[in-house]
């Protein structure tokens, strides 16, 4: 059974600083790992997907890495902004499965 | 788009109540999940299905919950009786087959529930 686990589960950085989330997976059989965003009382938003056969995807200031064979992903924010205050919980699909094993999340402060 | 719509958005009840949550996915999509999200457990799988069919629903705590999906663009999760430990945050998200590659799962606003 798939089990991921993410560290730390708070963080609290002053503004401009770049950061690092990290992401870890027992079962490396995964089709994909996702990283979405929530925002208090909100739902969950996309942000990015690596697929297996990849190794990393940026979007903005953002860059998410996967390393199968180690089972860990990492999200790195590039000088952190106060909007970038949220929780950020990563995904794993496995291989022949429909369903998402999620993280429990960081809990991410940017202070002003 | 409308996005994923769930109703209510809160849901304050007494232990013993039954309670209904309601969700319309994405016109178009063909799987619905069903998730519940604590501080202490995180987020939870408790059903999903694909073209309107139940797949896996051993993600179901107890025999008190029950969810439905009679057509495309509509489906309820239902706890009776409800019970206190049932309190969280329960979202609808849905997708598409051809996402399976994207991997895009969107997500409902949730349902906050607290059972008194």
């Known amino acids: 059974k798939q089990e991921v686990t993410q560290i730390p589960a708070a963080l609290s950085v002053p503004e401009g600083e770049n950061l690092v989330l990290n992401c870890s997976f027992t079962?490396?059989?995964?089709?994909?790992l996702q990283w979405f965003r929530q925002d208090p009382g909100k739902g969950l938003t996309s942000l990015l997907l690596i697929q297996s056969s990849q190794r990393e995807q940026t979007s903005g200031r953002l860059n998410a890495s996967l390393d199968k064979s180690s089972g860990r992903s990492t999200l790195y924010i590039a000088a952190s902004q106060p909007g970038d205050s949220a929780t950020y919980l990563c995904a794993a699909l496995n291989s022949g499965y429909s369903t998402l094993t999620f993280g429990k999340g960081t809990m991410l402060l940017v202070s002003p | 788009d409308a996005g994923v719509i769930q109703s209510p958005r809160h849901e304050v009840t007494e232990m013993g109540q039954e309670v209904t949550l309601r969700c319309k996915p994405i016109s178009g999509h063909d799987y619905l999940f069903w998730y519940r999200q604590t501080m202490m457990r995180g987020l939870e799988l408790l059903i999903y299905f694909n073209n309107n069919v139940p797949i896996d629903d051993s993600g179901m705590p107890e025999d008190r919950f029950s969810a439905k999906m009679p057509n495309a663009s509509f489906s309820t999760l239902k706890i009776q009786p409800s019970e206190p430990r049932d309190s969280a945050v329960y979202f609808c998200a849905s997708r598409t087959s051809g996402s399976r590659v994207t991997g895009e799962l969107f997500f409902g606003e949730g349902s906050r529930l607290t059972v008194l």
């Open positions: 079962d490396s059989a995964i089709y994909n």
